[in-house]
């Protein structure tokens, strides 16, 4: 329910402020390590927000996965 109400609030706040996701999206670099990134931390932030047991071992999981990605990024 809290996940729902959550997801309901950030869509209202994009549609008041006229947020258009397609030009943000559109120009990322979309490799399989952005993707896996996205992935993980969506899967994260979903167990944590849901209150999830196992949300802890997702939070170790998405902290070494940000960390292979960033750090494999060249400048």
Same mark, same amino acid.
């Given at each position: 329910m809290q996940a729902a109400l959550v997801l309901s609030i950030a869509i209202a706040a994009a549609t008041f402020f006229k947020v258009d996701f397609t030009d943000v999206l559109g120009?990322? #670099?979309?490799d399989i390590r952005s993707l896996l990134a996205f992935v993980v931390v969506a899967a994260f932030c979903i167990a944590a927000i849901g209150g999830s #047991?196992?949300?802890?071992l997702l939070k170790d999981v998405a902290l070494v996965v940000i960390g292979f990605y960033f750090g494999g990024l060249t400048i």
């Open positions: 120009k990322l #670099d979309w #047991d196992g949300s802890h």
